[in-house]
């Protein structure tokens, strides 16, 4: 079992940032592919970014170029730095865990309870 607990959101205005983070716990061996999923309000949940154990990384083409991933394995922390915020990109976001590659699909086994982010025009 891993546990995934996020931190980090807020209510920004347009054009700010904020840095997500995600600690994770437990039999973290099992955590070895993660990501950042985001869910609008009456939207389906997608996926934001991802992070390989080679520290390859994979984005969503609305977060090109603003959002950075990250991970510390040493502090078993995930972070997804966010600048350039838009106001669409308000939504509850979710750190997520696998032992195995999911990319950016929504499968992954371990999910955190999601932190919130508003972005105000």
């Known amino acids: 079992q891993v546990q995934l607990v996020e931190s980090g959101g807020g209510s920004v205005q347009s054009g700010g940032s904020l840095r997500l983070s995600c600690a994770a716990s437990g039999n973290t061996y099992s955590a070895s592919y993660m990501a950042w999923f985001r869910q609008p309000p009456g939207k389906e949940r997608e996926g934001v970014a991802f992070?390989?154990?080679?520290?390859?990384?994979t984005y969503a083409n609305s977060v090109k170029g603003r959002f950075t991933i990250s991970r510390d394995n040493a502090k078993n922390q995930l972070y997804l730095k966010m600048n350039s915020l838009k106001p669409e990109d308000t939504a509850m976001y979710y750190c997520?865990?696998?032992?195995?590659?999911?990319?950016?699909?929504?499968?992954?086994?371990?999910w955190g309870q999601g932190t919130q982010v508003t972005v105000s025009s």
């Open positions: 997520a865990a696998d032992r195995l590659n999911w990319g950016l699909l929504p499968r992954y086994t371990y």
């Open positions: 992070i390989g154990t080679f520290e390859d990384t």
